[in-house]
T-cell receptor, first 111, second 117 residues
C-alpha cells in the first residue's frame, strides 16, 4: 500500500508570510498532484509534477517533486487570505487508476 | 453541465436501509471515479470506470458496496444494508482521458454527504 504523509497537519499564519508544506512517502510515484479544497467543495487540481527534481511555479505557489519521486513540497510566498483551504497531495503509481491521497494540510491565513 | 454533478447533496438514512448515490460526469468524460472522504481527510479510492466498464473496484470496502455506469455516462453507487460506519462524504470525479494513469486531470463533484443513523 502506498501512503502519503503530509505535514504539518494544521498551519495558521499571518497574511504576507511565507510557508512550505510537505508530502512524503516511502514509495515511488510516477506523478504527484497537488489539490486545494475549500469547505463544502471537491478538491481542485493545482498542478501535476512528473519528473524527479521538477519545479513548477503557479503565481505565488512553487511546487517541487523530489529527485527520487518519493516526496514533494508546496511553497507559498506572501500568503493571502484567499489561500486558506485544505491542501492535498496525491500520487499515482505507474499505470495505476488510483490516486492515493494524503490527509492534507489545513491552512489558515489570517488577515 | 459545466461540472460534475452529484445528487442528492445530503442523504440521511436509517441503519439497514439501502441508498443510491448518483453521479453525472462532465459531458464527454470517459473516466469516472468514486472516492470516499472522511471529515478532515483526503479522498479514499473506491472504484473506477472506463466508459461503462468497471476497471477497478478494489477500493470498495465490502460486498454491500456496488457501482454501475450502464451507458458510460451517469453512474450510481449503491450501498446496501447501510451501517453507521458508512457515514462519510462520497465524491465522484471524472476525466477526459480514456485510460487511467498519471496524466489525468480529475474534476471532482461537490459530493453526497451520507449520514447513517
Amino acid at each position: 500500500t502506498q501512503l502519503l504523509e503530509q505535514s504539518p497537519q494544521f498551519l495558521s499564519i499571518q497574511e504576507g508570510e511565507n510557508l512550505t508544506v510537505y508530502c512524503n512517502s516511502s514509495s515511488v510515484f510516477s506523478s504527484l498532484q497537488w489539490y486545494r479544497q475549500e469547505p463544502g467543495e471537491g478538491p481542485v487540481l493545482l498542478v501535476t509534477v512528473v519528473t524527479g527534481g521538477e519545479v513548477k511555479k503557479l503565481k505565488r505557489l512553487t511546487f517541487q517533486f523530489g529527485d527520487a519521486r518519493k516526496d514533494s513540497s508546496l511553497h507559498i510566498t506572501a500568503a493571502q487570505p484567499g489561500d486558506t483551504g485544505l491542501y492535498l497531495c496525491a500520487g499515482a503509481g505507474a499505470g495505476s487508476y488510483q490516486l492515493t491521497f494524503g490527509k492534507g494540510t489545513k491552512l489558515s491565513v489570517i488577515p | 453541465g459545466a461540472g460534475v454533478s452529484q445528487s442528492p447533496r445530503y442523504k440521511v438514512t436509517k441503519r439497514g436501509q439501502d441508498v443510491a448515490l448518483r453521479c453525472d460526469p462532465i459531458s464527454g468524460h470517459v473516466s469516472l471515479y468514486w472516492y470516499r472522504q472522511a471529515l478532515g481527510q483526503g479522498p479514499e479510492f473506491l472504484t473506477y470506470f472506463n466508459y461503462e466498464a468497471q476497471q477497478d473496484k478494489s477500493g470498495l470496502p465490502n460486498d454491500r458496496f456496488s457501482a454501475e455506469r450502464p451507458e458510460g455516462s451517469i453512474s450510481t453507487l449503491t450501498i446496501q444494508r447501510t451501517e453507521q460506519r458508512d457515514s462519510a462524504m462520497y465524491r465522484c470525479a471524472s476525466s477526459l482521458a480514456e485510460t487511467g494513469g498519471w496524466y489525468e486531470k480529475l474534476f471532482f463533484g461537490s459530493g453526497t454527504q451520507l449520514s447513517v443513523l
